[in-house]
């Protein structure tokens, strides 16, 4: 029994026990530093929920320290020698200080992304070349984040160093050997399990959405998980995948994917669509007459003046979590769910869109975006859509305008799109905003001519706003300004003060807006249906006398036709629907909460309820809509 290496195996279980301990502290800071957004009732729901938290700890730390559990049990005689155990020493402390680092990144990333951090980001990166200085900029304004990532590791450390491996020399290797080999088998077993979450073999592997089994609140969820979960979980997967839960002609008949519109026009309108960098529509009074907010400021005061000349939609939802997830729902109808569409194996296809129906009707097409040119992956997947031109930093030429971080200035570069479109009619333009994206920043010559707010944001959303009035008193002097269509919208939200915005779904909304000076397009008026991005697409297609089929899950918010709707986006983890007077939640097998749709805050869950006739049909709905999506991505039907 001597022989037996019970010293390395125990102080391996103190080293482990160390992860699971600051794992632990880590997830209480997560929900520290977001605690505005996610709402825990009692310490014993917190408690309750970092017990089963446990579980995808487990698996995340495994992950991490397979390796390092081989090099602590392997039998090499030599193992418990101070110079191996220096070595062991450094690769613990580099291995689980990068992937703990993980979580300290998300207490900032999660207030953007809505989400915590998966291998999606790879894709949203891989075309950045400022990564440094964003990272930089993001320390400086958050430094708590970084003196308690620090702190952490020092005690950790510490706590490492307290229990030492102590020298000793083997007198019987065959017995050292065999327990060792045994001791490293049974190891390896529970290493498998601990991975996958269970030991049984009929079980899959814990995942994402197994989160949500221990918590009333799905955004809660967030914090039973952690961020090495669910990047390493997330790592070459693929969510998509086809499915049946009904017949085709359920799908025609009740989620009519394509549309087919007849209006009938003279002359073809023009075309203007602002997507605005993180515009949620907690910044914009013009969205908000209704909420009843105590001591509610706009940030947008040009945008409320133009509202009062508009067709406004005061229930708007963004369908994606990211700028590139905007991009493909305004422009192209296809909402991101678990995983985004654009960073998935099927993006490169032929995709009918706004930008293709606009050159089948001899438009000239062009997309607007500051930064330098590939930046977000625009021009990749404006390439895909069709854009005949694509005007980037590189195309501005002039970096005196250069924020330094991210893109050229909006306000020159607004009044550079005004100049530039047009000189061939009729014409569809997209400009993609910047200035209101982290860290947040406006130009020197207007530090303190906005009012200050509670949220970094409300500065850049102001000189956006100042920037997009200057480009309409410009472009109120070109020719073509009198028969054109100007819609304001953003590509997700951000930044939130309010405790209304702090809701699930209104973590979504967003301003809609459509203006034309011309009125004959009768764009008017405030709409408080629920709508969302992926409308903007057919509805545009309407307006500019598109009469043939398109494929668009949306419906055009001018028609007098009677389409359904299914307003559609995710949290990272479930997809969440909202059906007529209803919100539904689904993980793509069935159905996993119920709401009343003015439940925004998904707090009363009424899935073990009895069910309506019309929540049985809703429900089949929410499985035929995402049936068909996965079938005309992975099958290519997009067109």
């Given at each position: ?110 207030r953007f992304s809505q989400s915590r951090l998966t291998s999606s980001v790879l894709s949203v990166v891989e075309h950045e070349s400022n990564l440094a200085k964003v990272f930089l900029n993001s320390t400086i304004q958050n430094p708590m984040v970084l003196i308690s990532f620090v702190l952490c590791m020092a005690l950790w450390v510490f706590l490492y ?7 000793r020399k083997s007198q019987n290797l065959v017995v050292y050997f065999i327990s060792s080999i045994l001791i490293l088998c049974g190891t390896a077993v529970l290493v498998v399990g601990g991975i996958r979450g269970d030991f049984r073999h009929s079980t899959r592997p814990i995942n994402l959405v197994d989160a949500n089994k221990h918590v009333k609140n ?235 707010g509670p949220l970094a944001i409300h500065e850049p959303i102001q000189y956006t706003d100042m920037s997009l009035k200057k480009f309409f008193e410009t472009a109120s002097k070109k020719p073509w300004y009198q028969n054109t269509i100007f819609v304001i919208t953003a590509d997700h939200t951000n930044m939130i003060h309010y405790p209304e915005y702090q ?137």
């Amino acid at each position: 029994m001597k022989e037996i290496r019970w010293q390395e195996f125990l102080i391996l279980m103190y080293r482990l026990f160390l992860v699971y301990f600051f794992y632990q502290i880590a997830r209480f800071l997560f929900w520290f530093f977001n605690r505005d957004l996610l709402k825990i009732d009692s310490v014993g729901d917190y408690f309750k929920i970092a017990y089963h938290g446990t579980a995808f700890d487990t698996t995340a730390i495994l992950y991490v320290n397979s390796v390092f559990i081989l090099l602590s049990l392997i039998p090499i005689i030599v193992n418990s020698k101070a110079g191996y155990q220096k070595f062991l020493f450094w690769w613990y402390f580099i291995t689980n200080g990068i992937a703990f680092s993980f979580n300290f990144g998300d207490f900032v990333y999660f207030r953007f992304s809505q989400s915590r951090l998966t291998s999606s980001v790879l894709s949203v990166v891989e075309h950045e070349s400022n990564l440094a200085k964003v990272f930089l900029n993001s320390t400086i304004q958050n430094p708590m984040v970084l003196i308690s990532f620090v702190l952490c590791m020092a005690l950790w450390v510490f706590l490492y160093k307290r229990v030492k491996v102590h020298y000793r020399k083997s007198q019987n290797l065959v017995v050292y050997f065999i327990s060792s080999i045994l001791i490293l088998c049974g190891t390896a077993v529970l290493v498998v399990g601990g991975i996958r979450g269970d030991f049984r073999h009929s079980t899959r592997p814990i995942n994402l959405v197994d989160a949500n089994k221990h918590v009333k609140n799905p955004t809660l969820a967030n914090v039973v998980l952690n961020s090495v979960f669910s990047f390493f979980r997330t790592i070459n997967t693929n969510s998509f995948k086809i499915v049946h839960f009904v017949d085709e002609s359920f799908i025609e008949k009740e989620i009519q994917p394509y549309k087919h519109y007849d209006r009938q026009v003279e002359s073809r309108p023009n075309v203007v669509i602002f997507i605005v960098e993180s515009l949620g529509k907690e910044y914009s009074g013009a969205f908000n007459k209704e909420t009843k907010i105590k001591d509610y400021v706009s940030y947008t005061p040009f945008v409320d003046s133009l509202a009062q000349h508009s067709l406004i939609f005061t229930n708007a939802f963004a369908n994606g979590r990211q700028s590139i997830h905007g991009m493909s729902s305004v422009l192209a109808g296809i909402p991101s769910l678990t995983d985004a569409f654009t960073s998935s194996p099927y993006s490169n296809q032929k995709i009918q869109s706004i930008v293709s129906v606009a050159n089948d009707l001899g438009y000239d097409t062009s997309f607007y975006h500051g930064a330098p040119n590939g930046s977000m992956g625009f021009l990749g997947f404006g390439n895909i859509l069709g854009f005949k031109h694509y005007f980037g930093k590189d195309e501005y030429n002039n970096d005196k305008d250069f924020d330094g971080i991210w893109s050229i200035w909006d306000e020159p570069f607004f009044q550079y799109f005004a100049s530039n479109i047009g000189k061939q009619q009729p014409f569809l333009s997209t400009i993609f905003t910047a200035s209101s994206h982290d860290p947040f920043k406006i130009p020197e010559q207007y530090k303190g001519k906005f009012k200050k707010g509670p949220l970094a944001i409300h500065e850049p959303i102001q000189y956006t706003d100042m920037s997009l009035k200057k480009f309409f008193e410009t472009a109120s002097k070109k020719p073509w300004y009198q028969n054109t269509i100007f819609v304001i919208t953003a590509d997700h939200t951000n930044m939130i003060h309010y405790p209304e915005y702090q809701k699930t779904m209104n973590r979504f909304a967003i301003p809609l807006l459509f203006y034309s000076p011309n009125p004959k397009y009768n764009l008017q008026g405030v709409n408080k249906d629920f709508v969302q991005q992926i409308d903007i697409y057919p509805t545009l297609a309407d307006l500019m006398g598109y009469n043939k089929p398109i494929r668009s899950w949306g419906r055009s918010l001018v028609s007098d036709k009677k389409e359904p709707s299914i307003i559609v986006n995710s949290d990272s983890i479930q997809e969440q629907m909202i059906i007529r007077d209803f919100i539904y939640t689904f993980n793509g097998k069935e159905v996993t909460g119920i709401y009343d749709n003015t439940d925004l805050g998904l707090a009363n869950n009424q899935i073990n309820k009895p069910k309506s006739k019309q929540q049985e049909l809703d429900m089949m709905k929410v499985k035929a809509w995402y049936q068909d999506y996965m079938n005309r991505v992975i099958n290519k039907k997009l067109y």
